[in-house]
């Protein structure tokens, strides 16, 4: 079967020692900055993005995936153990994870979320496997206005899946979209909002717009208010789980795979939207619904799945069509274009290594993560002792060190300045970075498709909505947009992220 | 008398949104637009701009007769005076101080953002990320940086 021979393939690529050297190296870095707050995985990824350079494609796309659901572990680990998720998708997790630990049970809190993404990173990976090659199939057909239009539907969906005023993310994406313009045309070669100075010619640097709005103006905001973390170190004792207990996380943790692996799949918010929605399917469905928020352990199980499961399915728009899914994925792309390899459907064709690399290695780095985070737990709780001050200079260092060595351009130290005060601006005017982020990196291809499509169909505007794939996709973007706006929706969506934020 | 409440907060979100619009629509002006069938330079980016007015507009608008539901909280001045100029700093220096005397630097300047620093920890850490970072960066991963520069030849 072809499944089953290339999967073989991606085993035998990414089990070579080197590979399995930078997969443990990012799923270990991961973990760190997942444990550490005030650091998130975007910034990493995109701090460490022009180090990765020296390596081969496929060594540094595993230990940056590696990296991002290494995060995810972190992440869950801080929420249970101090209430505090180190990642957005693991605020889930702190409801019910950290009553847990309040009541004894942070071993089993710990060994419940471990177990529950090892099995939810599995079955993913294998969907990520099953469905990416015929999706392919479908994208090789696409022409300039279906990409347009599933473009359109990315960013909007990125706008209903983010936090606040939906009038606010759509700006943020157009801010984004224009700031992605920066630079040269490439059809008429004319230089465009670049105000005379040559060195932005090719562009912003996307690596500095992210490191600046998701890093620094993280640590401006950390900087606000500086106080004492609380380190609750108890002796955790009994990790593993009773029978009983791996009995009743059986259904939550089915449940979260499923419900993380199709939200995952979204543009947007994807691992964080997952963990939220399957925590209220859990509550929804429980027999003792009073429990959720007491320590139920289904409200660990289900989530903690979900958020897993979402981190990895985001990986098929991108390894598929090319198009993030998440800031995360965006700076994927980024990463593969400087590597040389164009991101859509040819990668499975035309760089077979690659692809089932990259999913061979998921699997491989969730095992690593099961094996060795359960054993290094009181390991990581120490790492949460080290105070905020003596981070925070550090992370400075990497951002300048990294940013520069892209391009050795003085001018995208200053855009990573700007743009920290952008993000720090946006973020005090409760504006989300997320959908600008996405409208940065998507900008130059919208245009691009959007003239091509024009031409193509010699200046009539209808072609966007005569071929069907396209029209079928630019409909559901509109349906999205009134879905968000309508009252009653507006309201359970406001729900959902004030509880989440919680 | 009444005041009539409004949201601070997206007012100045509007306004900003509005400016941005304006800036990009007024740096348009010299791109040539083009038809639809052709688009110039110019057409996708005069597009977005008239939205990026418009939504601004509403969110400004929107902002009256509604209270400001989550307060501005406080502002991080000390860190935006030394945050920002670090990488500032390092993009000025780096090639004429070399990467080890400018890293060190820009290390130390970030350190005072924080109260919390006192200067003989903040010089220890400076010194430590240097170290560690000129052995990683330039030693392990080879990247092409001058570890001391022309300003500092002696």
Known sequence: MDLISNLALG??????????????????????????????????????????????????????????????????????????????????????????????????????????????????????????????????????????????????????????????????????????????????????????????????????????????????????????????????????????????????????????????????????????????????????????????????????????????????????????????????????????IVPGPNVVSEQPRLFWGIIASMWIGNLMLVVLNLPLIGLWVRLLTVPYYVLFPIIMAMCSIGVYSVASNTYDLFAVAFFGLLGYVMSKLRCEPAPLLLGFVLGPLLEENLRRAMILSRGDPTTFLTRPISATLLLLSLGVLILVFMPQIRKRRDEVFTESDA | MSTKPKDGTDIAAGLLLMAAAGFFGWQTRALEIGTSLRMGPGYFPMVLSGVLFLLGLVVFLRAFGREDDEPFGKIAWRGILFILPAPIFFGLTVRGLGFVPALFLTSFIAAQASVRMRPVPALILALAVTILSTLIFSYGLGLPFRRFGPWVQF
């Open chain 1, 11 to 340: 085993f035998s690529v990414a089990s070579s020692f080197a590979n399995l050297a930078f997969c443990l190296i990012g799923v270990l870095l991961g973990t760190l900055i997942g444990v550490l707050p005030g650091i998130g995985a975007t910034a990493t990824i995109a701090m460490l993005l022009p180090i990765t350079f020296q390596l081969e494609p496929v060594s540094s796309l595993i230990m940056l995936a590696g990296i991002y659901y290494g995060a995810q572990y972190g992440g869950s680990t801080t929420a249970i153990l101090i209430n505090m998720p180190g990642e957005s998708s693991s605020a889930v997790t702190a409801i019910d994870g950290y009553q847990m630990a309040r009541k004894g049970r942070a071993g089993t809190a710990l060994a419940v979320a471990a177990l529950g993404s090892f099995f939810a990173g599995t079955v993913s990976t294998f969907l990520v496997a099953i469905f990416a090659p015929p999706l392919t199939e479908v994208a090789l057909k696409f022409g300039a206005a279906e990409y347009f239009s599933l473009m359109v539907m990315g960013l909007v969906m990125s706008v209903a899946l983010a936090h606040g005023s939906v009038v606010k993310a759509l700006a943020m994406v157009v801010l984004g979209l224009l700031l992605g313009l920066v630079g040269t045309d490439i059809y008429t070669g004319a230089p465009r909002f670049t105000m005379g100075i040559t060195q932005y010619a090719d562009g912003l640097n996307f690596v500095a717009v992210a490191v600046g709005v998701f890093g620094i103006a993280e640590i401006l905001r950390n900087l606000e208010d500086e106080h004492d973390r609380e380190v609750m170190t108890k002796n955790i004792t009994r990790l593993f789980p009773t029978r009983q207990e791996l009995k009743q996380m059986i259904g939550p943790v089915l449940r979260g795979t499923g419900v993380g692996s199709v939200l995952g799949i979204l543009p947007g918010g994807g691992a964080i939207l997952a963990s939220f929605a399957s925590y209220t399917v859990e509550k929804k469905l429980s027999a003792h619904p009073e429990e959720f928020g007491q320590g139920a352990l289904a409200g660990v199980a289900g989530p903690e799945s979900a958020n897993n499961a979402g981190a990895q399915t985001s990986f098929i728009p991108l390894l598929t069509l090319g198009i993030p899914a998440n800031p995360v994925m965006a700076l994927m792309i980024g990463a593969m274009i400087i590597q040389g």
